[in-house]
């Protein structure tokens, strides 16, 4: 197993994600304790010492379990990290509730690494408004020794993460973001790394291979990597890509089964990060499988000062490629669109067409919003 150094501490380069574990019959909430059980004495076993759980995984469920299991361990064999659920503002008022349930449920007395939950567009106003005294509770709980390290996970963009850092950066010590070669340019990941790097955090990597899609590709494409790594799994490239980021600390694996499990920690025996062809190889498949969903929108703005209802049309299509991208997995385009105003929905599109008038890339803009709305359900 790859460590890396983290404050004096030899943290694994690959850490266990709880929230993808081996369940009952299809149901989410039911977790298999006994495949959940073996999964954890292998990654015990082959060197792995982080594992990550949050409030809301497996429907409340994988703190408990976690707990439970990680119970047949020494204390001080593994970190724990759990996070505040800021992802559901009616949880905001209730911080040292939800601190204390999690403290419970988890069988531990102190965190060794506790998160603000997904900072993003939707509750970036809450988590910063002291009414609610987040931030204020959480830095308590690190100095009572409760909490031992304390950061945050973001799905938000550039600017909502600066928000949040310029307000608390300097109290931060590690940032958890959504990386992996396809996200490096299309989430502006590339640029995030950029933005934690700035301000001397460390990167926690998340969805490293995009909640699977990166693990299943087109075989067009997985042929392409075979041929030049046949020893390597398509899932693989994912990780070493990473492997490559020097701002990456601890890679989160949300695996499912052994099968994963095993390939994810042989990855992780040593470093094998992708050559300059390489990287330009993954980088290439990742452009080419977004030109096949996305809507070429360049952001230029042209559109906006000619819609009559205001909509932020770049903001908007955006989302929709996210949403394209994800397919039925996708939860970042609904959290985001929750920032958005009622009247300023996909769906108060009127169809004037105006906007299609100036648009350097003659996108039909309000096919796209329609079918963005009858995405979102609305």
Not at 97 to 121: A, G, M, P, S, T
Not at 184 to 192: D, R, T, V
Not at 313 to 322: A, C
Request: net charge negative.
């Amino acid at each position: 197993m790859i460590y890396n150094d983290f404050q004096g501490m030899k943290l694994s380069a690959l850490g266990l994600g709880n929230m993808r574990l081996p369940v009952v019959d299809g149901d989410d909430s039911r977790i298999d304790r006994e495949a959940a059980r073996e999964m954890i004495r292998f990654c015990m076993d082959s060197g792995i010492n982080y594992y990550d759980t949050a409030y809301g995984y497996h429907g409340g469920s994988s703190e408990l379990v976690v707990g439970e299991l990680l119970q047949e361990y020494d204390r001080g064999s593994f970190y724990l990290a759990s996070k505040f659920p800021g992802y559901d503002l009616s949880n905001m008022p209730r911080v040292k509730e939800i601190f204390e349930e999690q403290l419970k449920k988890c069988r531990v007395d102190h965190f060794d690494f506790y998160l603000f939950h997904n900072v993003c567009e939707m509750n970036i106003k809450q988590y910063l408004d002291p009414r609610y005294g987040i931030y204020d509770y959480l830095m308590e709980q690190k100095k009572n020794g409760r909490i031992r390290h304390l950061g945050f996970s973001a799905h938000g963009d550039i600017q909502c993460m600066t928000t949040f850092l310029e307000a608390y950066g300097r109290d931060m010590e590690f940032g958890q973001i959504e990386l992996n070669y396809f996200d490096y340019q299309f989430q502006n990941a590339k640029e995030k790394v950029e933005l934690l790097k700035k301000w001397d955090i460390p990167v926690w990597v998340m969805e490293p291979v995009r909640g699977g899609q990166l693990a299943s590709l087109p075989e067009e494409y997985a042929v392409k990597l075979k041929e030049a790594r046949p020893d390597e799994s398509v899932a693989a490239w994912a990780f070493r890509f990473l492997q490559g980021i020097p701002e990456v600390t601890v890679t989160l694996s949300g695996m499912s089964d052994m099968e994963q499990t095993r390939d994810n920690i042989r990855t992780y025996e040593e470093a094998k990060p992708l050559s300059p062809e390489e990287k330009a190889l993954v980088l290439g498949i990742a452009d080419e499988m977004i030109r096949r969903t996305s809507v070429p929108c360049t952001g230029c703005h042209y559109c906006t000062s000619h819609c009559p209802k205001g909509l932020d049309i770049p903001f908007l299509l955006k989302l929709y490629n996210e949403a394209q991208a994800a397919g039925s997995g996708d939860f970042i385009a609904p959290m985001a669109l929750a920032s958005v105003d009622a009247d300023k929905q996909p769906e108060c599109c009127i169809e004037c067409h105006s906007c299609e008038k100036v648009c350097p890339q003659s996108l039909s803009i309000p096919k796209y919003l329609k079918e963005f709305a009858g995405k979102m359900g609305r």
